[in-house]
Structure formats: C-alpha cells, structure tokens
C-alpha cells in the first residue's frame, strides 16, 4: 500500500500532568520480534509474528501482496517471498524498513529467524546503565553534522540569545502566552539584526525519548531566531520569527550475554511541516556515528543530501529548499540535553536544567511557557501568509509527544 517517502507531521496535544508524577521511561507493551504493516511507514493493519514460516494463509491480517513495511527486532532475520510456499524472490532483513521499496505489496509468504543481535553498528551502552552519564555520551555519539548552505545570511541561535529581543503576550485569537518581536515588524518583510543568529554559541536541543519496540528517539532540534520564506513572483512569502527544524536518529536497544546494546536503525529529517525517513544505511556519516544533515537555505528545512528539493506546488511556483555544504555544524561541540516523557508532556534536564520554555502550561501568565515562537500572521499572497505565524515549540511535535512514532 503507501509507501511514499515523505511522511506528514501531526502535532498532538498533551495535558501536562501533575508534578508529583514521576515520569515513567520504558514501556508495559510487550510485542512480538517481528511486526508487518499494510501501509508505510509502520501504518495501517499490522500483525507481529514470533520464529517460524508463515504461508499466505497466515497473513490473516495484513493479507497477501500487502506488506508496506516492517520492524525487525535486534537478533532476528526476516525472509520475505514473493510467492506462496516460500519461493520466488526474496528479500532478507535484520532490522526496521520505514519502506519496503522494491518488495512493495509483493509478499505472499516469510520466514523468521533467530540470529546474533550484534553488528557492526552495535554499540555497548557505557557502564552497562541507562543512566544520565550514558545518555548524555550516546546523545552525543549520534549528534548531527549540519551543513548551513552556502550564502546563508539567518543562522541558529540559542533561545537566550533571541529571547532579549522577544516579549511574550496573550494571543487572544489562540488563548495562548506567545513570543512576538519587541520591535513591531512594519511590514511581512522587515528584518531585525538579530535574525542573523548567532551560531558560534549555538547548541543542538538534544532530547532522548523512549518508545514502544524497545526504541529510542534521539531528537536534535535547531533553533534560528528567523526563517526566510520564497520568493513568488518577487514578492517574500512563509516569513517567521522562530524556527524550530530537527533531525532524528531512531536507536534499537537490546542485551546480550547481560550487555546493554543499541544500534542504529532509522534516521529522520524535518522540513518543515513534513519530513523524510530512512535506513541508517542510507545516509553519510561522520566518523562512523554522526548522521549529515543540510539546513536549507533561508528556511532551514533539513535534507539527507545537498540540492534543490521541490517540496511544494502552489499555483503559481514551485517551492524549493536549496541544500549545499557551507559552514559545518558539528552539533556534538554545544549540547543541551534533556530526557522527554511522552506519557506525561515533560521532561527533565540531563546535562542542563529544564527551561520554562519548555513547559506546556500556555495559559499561565507566570509560567514562562511559550506556544508559537514569533509574530501574528500578516498579509497574504495567493492565500498564503506573506508573514507566517511562529511555529510551536519542541514540547509540541510528534517526535516528542507520541510514543510510538518516528517523528
């Protein structure tokens, strides 16, 4: 069924829990090694299967020709078979496929294997604990390189940096505490010098979450006190203060012989209101452990690869993110990391404190929460704001909020 690369993004919204809780990091649900999907990536009817071979009579739920995608837990080999009774082509995997490409909808038998769990990509969980001083070391062995493209003239910041020039106020239209400029914007297109960023003492936003399936999101936000839009028949259009984009690392955590692993399996790329996932073996690495990532220019929007990325058509343009290598962002150099607890809309610092930015209490006048991250929408262009509103912050995006989902 679906397996279309780009994968929307919704946000959810959480009720903060009372602060008495003690958030809770691991999951009750237990499931099976193997999990097939109808639909990409990880959608639609699924059945989970334990070691043995099942013929198309066994694929009671997701049915015959059907299987769009699949997660493999560590230690387990998989045979998909175009045909019935094992034969055919066939197509072996040892880990998760967002998309099953090439074996799309084509599956009528498989088989499941038990096999070692370690590869070449596993790595030991240090002092065999999850505790801070491991999440933090492995926080950082998967952080990013970014490339800020060539000509980018609106870098990252840290929030401190932005927030000297940012009021937060009631936005009567949402009932929310927002941040707005405050300097007034006199028209869609006004720029403040401190839209520049400032990344030589920018840090990566770095937030560890556990899921179902024994995974770990390692979520790494950017923040840029302001995102460029397009130019459309020559006039700016999709400007906004605050930008939040993010690249996800998805790790699969396991034991052997008493020994915590993990390895990695997926990585995600956000850009903008949608993304993109893929394999670990999809995408270049530094030194092994850190996934490379390009900020679009202007919007930040952020790729696997270097280019021009259409990723939208309106009525009168195409819009396209324009990707190159020009100023790398080590991100693993400046790091604030937290842990994030899906299940009760919080978190907690790891190597930093947990700012009150972060917490979702919107309507709280004391709180110092923050909803959306720049200035009410102004004009329009083609039924597109030519100034967008503000984005909403981490606390609010899937990658964080759902317990399931890779972003």
Same mark, same amino acid.
């Given at each position: 069924?679906?397996?279309?690369?780009?994968?929307?993004?919704?946000?959810?919204?959480?009720?903060?829990?009372?602060?008495?809780?003690?958030?809770? @990091?691991?999951?009750?649900?237990?499931?099976?090694? /193997? !999990?097939? $999907? =109808? &639909? +990409?990536?990880? *959608? #639609?009817?699924?059945?989970?299967?334990?070691?043995?071979?099942?013929?198309?009579?066994?694929?009671?739920?997701?049915?015959?020709?059907?299987?769009? @995608?699949?997660?493999?837990?560590?230690?387990?080999? /998989? !045979?998909? $078979? =175009? &045909? +019935?009774?094992? *034969? #055919?082509?066939?197509?072996?995997?040892?880990?998760?496929?967002?998309?099953?490409?090439?074996?799309?909808?084509?599956?009528?038998?498989?088989?499941?294997?038990?096999?070692?769990?370690?590869?070449?990509?596993?790595?030991?969980?240090?002092?065999?604990?999850?505790?801070?001083?491991?999440?933090?070391?492995?926080?950082?062995?998967?952080?990013?390189?970014?490339?800020?493209?060539?000509?980018?003239?609106?870098?990252?910041?840290?929030?401190?940096?932005?927030?000297?020039?940012?009021?937060?106020?009631?936005?009567?239209?949402?009932?929310?505490?927002?941040?707005?400029?405050?300097?007034?914007?006199?028209?869609?297109?006004?720029?403040?010098?401190?839209?520049?960023?400032?990344?030589?003492?920018?840090?990566?936003?770095?937030?560890?979450?556990?899921?179902?399936?024994?995974?770990?999101?390692?979520?790494?936000?950017?923040?840029?006190?302001?995102?460029?839009?397009?130019?459309?028949?020559?006039?700016?259009?999709?400007?906004?203060?605050?930008?939040?984009?993010?690249?996800?690392?998805?790790?699969?955590?396991?034991?052997?012989?008493?020994?915590?692993?993990?390895?990695?399996?997926?990585?995600?790329?956000?850009?903008?209101?949608?993304?993109?996932?893929?394999?670990?073996?999809?995408?270049?690495?530094?030194?092994?452990?850190?996934?490379?990532?390009?900020?679009?220019?202007?919007?930040?929007?952020?790729?696997?690869?270097?280019?021009?990325?259409?990723?939208?058509?309106?009525?009168?343009?195409?819009?396209?993110?324009?990707?190159?290598?020009?100023?790398?962002?080590?991100?693993?150099?400046?790091?604030?990391?937290?842990?994030?607890?899906?299940?009760?809309?919080?978190?907690?610092?790891?190597?930093?404190?947990?700012?009150?930015?972060?917490?979702?209490?919107?309507?709280?006048?004391?709180?110092?929460?923050?909803?959306?991250?720049?200035?009410?929408?102004?004009?329009?262009?083609?039924?597109?704001?030519?100034?967008?509103?503000?984005?909403?912050?981490?606390?609010?995006?899937?990658?964080?909020?759902?317990?399931?989902?890779?972003?």
């Amino acid at each position: 069924m679906k397996c279309k690369r780009i994968q929307s993004i919704s946000l959810s919204a959480s009720i903060l829990l009372s602060a008495f809780l003690v958030p809770q @990091s691991s999951f009750a649900v237990d499931h099976l090694p /193997v !999990t097939v $999907y =109808k &639909d +990409a990536p990880y *959608s #639609g009817a699924s059945q989970e299967f334990d070691v043995g071979s099942y013929n198309v009579g066994q694929l009671s739920t997701v049915g015959n020709d059907a299987i769009s @995608s699949i997660r493999v837990a560590p230690g387990y080999k /998989v !045979t998909l $078979y =175009k &045909d +019935a009774n094992f *034969s #055919g082509s066939t197509k072996v995997l040892t880990s998760d496929q967002l998309y099953l490409d090439d074996f799309n909808d084509v599956t009528s038998s498989l088989k499941i294997e038990k096999i070692s769990p370690i590869d070449a990509t596993s790595v030991q969980v240090p002092n065999n604990t999850y505790n801070d001083a491991s999440k933090n070391t492995l926080l950082q062995m998967y952080a990013p390189r970014i490339w800020m493209a060539q000509g980018e003239t609106y870098f990252p910041s840290s929030v401190e940096f932005a927030q000297p020039h940012l009021q937060r106020y009631l936005n009567s239209s949402s009932g929310n505490y927002e941040y707005k400029t405050v300097q007034p914007l006199s028209s869609p297109s006004t720029k403040l010098p401190f839209f520049a960023g400032d990344l030589a003492n920018a840090p990566v936003y770095a937030f560890w979450v556990e899921k179902e399936y024994n995974n770990i999101d390692l979520v790494y936000f950017q923040f840029s006190p302001y995102n460029l839009g397009k130019v459309v028949v020559g006039s700016e259009f999709g400007n906004h203060v605050g930008d939040w984009e993010r690249i996800t690392v998805r790790l699969a955590k396991f034991t052997d012989n008493n020994n915590l692993y993990v390895k990695p399996v997926n990585v995600y790329y956000g850009a903008h209101s949608f993304g993109t996932g893929y394999r670990w073996d999809e995408v270049t690495k530094v030194n092994g452990t850190h996934a490379v990532g390009y900020s679009a220019l202007g919007s930040h929007g952020m790729w696997k690869d270097p280019g021009s990325h259409v990723y939208q058509n309106i009525v009168v343009a195409q819009l396209t993110d324009d990707c190159s290598a020009g100023t790398a962002w080590d991100t693993w150099n400046n790091m604030k990391n937290y842990e994030y607890f899906p299940s009760q809309s919080t978190g907690r610092g790891l190597n930093t404190s947990w700012p009150e930015w972060l917490n979702k209490d919107y309507t709280n006048p004391n709180s110092g929460s923050v909803y959306r991250w720049g200035n009410p929408s102004q004009g329009s262009l083609f039924g597109q704001p030519l100034l967008d509103n503000g984005p909403t912050g981490p606390q609010e995006k899937t990658s964080l909020t759902d317990g399931t989902k890779l972003d």
